[in-house]
């Protein structure tokens, strides 16, 4: 098959006509006729129904979008990206495509930008760890290159297996080789269509890099993920951590060719705007994503699952995948509420766990303050649990190598130079590093309890009802 032949007209209004949905964060988000149709298909019109940020709602009430409007502000974000790397290195990249090529690189990155989270299970974080064995799940033929089957799948795999659903069938909105390249900007391990690597060659030995370039722009250092949750979670929670200049980064953002590979640049001008994009990303993690109540709500759910109270499976089809949604787990934990007095109640009436003490384990002092206040709770028998949490902010984080794969574009003596980002941003070399958190926690009815095991250490430090001060914040 060959590479389909978009209509004339800019890159990104595909086809006659336009449509619009106005978006509390980007303004109005166009796209086109054909687009359209793979909007509207049921399995990106369930993301309506799976919110995006979980359980965090419970501690920050707004937070009740869903993934449906991340997905299409996903879309309108890496759109605006390409058009403005397309402004500033369009010289570039012509050196080596026609238009036609240019015009398919755009449609496929919008797609990708509006599928890239079409796998996400309900309530995600918890769902993950219930999904089944990759080799499983019923993927499309040929579209990994080395797939382990015994491996958990992740919701990136389902979201592969949804999309070649997708192109399954003579009405599907996505033709299967499109589909599959749509696919290899998604997932790292799918290999681009037989259409593509005709003309453009892998993803390795491919026509200068152009394949990893792309797949940068959905999932990278700055990527368009990243971009659209940290504005729209920190609007939606209220919160000001996630805010960045998006349009001063975007705007100065390029291409260059280095060593016959494609990578992309910021303006020197920028680099401030990129450091608070990734401060803002640092903080968001801090204070909402592993904000302690929610961590806490979130181990009541799997707890609820594990031991039975509500039953949660993860199908291995596409079709019996989208039936699953937020009411789904939520109808079934109210039930459950109804029948015993467990983890599946103190959810729904929204009664915290106790949050004693959190450390970071980078921290060599809060490692032994944790040690000591853990071996106190299991001298006095005072019932508690842990909860880790372990994030790399950078997406070289735990990589050996390559780092950021950013340059920084400026002006010397009248000349053009590049330098990788790692050079310029002292802040990128801090931010590289992980968080790695561990708290503990008692239930309510052992707040007391703890309370004494902490006075026997000496803390002036409160287990109060509304889930206790922390006694260090990080």
């Known amino acids: 098959m060959e590479l389909e032949r978009p209509s004339a007209g800019r890159p990104h209004q595909i086809g006659v006509s336009m449509h619009e949905i106005r978006d509390p964060i980007h303004g109005t988000v166009s796209f086109t006729a054909r687009e359209r149709a793979v909007v509207d298909h049921p399995f990106v019109q369930r993301l309506r129904h799976v919110r995006q940020l979980g359980l965090v709602s419970l501690v920050y009430p707004g937070a009740t979008h869903d993934r449906f409007s991340h997905c299409l502000g996903a879309m309108c974000v890496v759109s605006r990206v390409w058009e403005r790397i397309m402004e500033t290195s369009g010289d570039v990249l012509r050196r080596h495509f026609e238009d036609f090529d240019l015009e398919y690189f755009h449609r496929l990155l919008r797609l990708a930008g509006l599928l890239h989270d079409i796998g996400h299970p309900p309530f995600s974080h918890m769902a993950e760890s219930l999904m089944p064995k990759v080799g499983e799940l019923e993927l499309p033929d040929g579209w990994f290159g080395e797939l382990d089957p015994e491996r958990r799948a992740k919701h990136e795999d389902y979201s592969v297996l949804l999309i070649g659903a997708m192109s399954e069938g003579d009405s599907s909105p996505l033709p299967p080789d499109e589909a599959q390249d749509i696919a290899s900007l998604v997932h790292y391990g799918v290999s681009p269509s037989p259409s593509w690597e005709k003309r453009y060659g892998g993803t390795d030995s491919g026509q200068v890099g152009i394949h990893r370039l792309l797949s940068s722009l959905i999932s990278g250092e ?5 971009m659209d ?38 303006d020197s001008t920028a680099v401030r705007a990129f450091e608070d994009f990734l401060l803002a990303r640092y903080h968001m ?23 039975g109270e509500i039953s949660l499976t993860i199908p291995t089809d596409a079709a019996s995948f989208v039936r699953l949604r937020d009411s789904t787990v939520t109808e079934a934990l109210y039930s459950a509420a109804e029948r015993v007095d467990g983890w599946s109640r103190r959810l729904v009436t929204r009664i915290p766990a106790r949050s004693l003490f959190r450390a970071s384990n980078g921290n060599e002092e809060d490692r032994a303050i944790m040690s000591r206040l853990v071996k106190v709770l299991e001298r006095r028998s005072v019932p508690f649990f842990r909860i880790d949490s372990r994030q790399y902010l950078s997406s070289s984080g735990g990589s050996s190598g390559g ?41 309510c009815e052992n707040a007391l309890a703890a309370q004494r095991a902490m006075d026997e250490l000496g803390w002036p430090i409160r287990v109060g009802m509304s889930g206790g001060k922390q006694s260090r914040f990080l």
Request: aromatic fraction near 12%.
């Open 222 to 226: 700055l990527d368009c993920d990243r």
């Open 403 to 443: 780092g950021s794969g950013l340059l920084v574009r400026r002006k010397m003596f009248g000349r053009i130079a590049f330098e990788p980002m790692e050079r310029y941003s002292e802040l990128l070399n801090k931010y590289n590093e992980i968080i790695d958190l561990s708290g503990l926690y008692v239930l």
């Open 285 to 307: 993690f801090l204070q909402v994503y592993l904000h302690k109540t929610a961590l806490g709500f979130d181990r009541f759910l799997e707890r609820a699952v594990a031991e």
């Open 229 to 266: 949750y940290l504005l729209r979670d920190a609007h939606f929670t209220g919160v000001a951590y996630g805010t960045f200049d998006m349009d001063h980064l975007i705007g100065n953002l390029g291409v260059t060719e280095s060593g016959g590979i494609l990578l992309p640049t910021v």
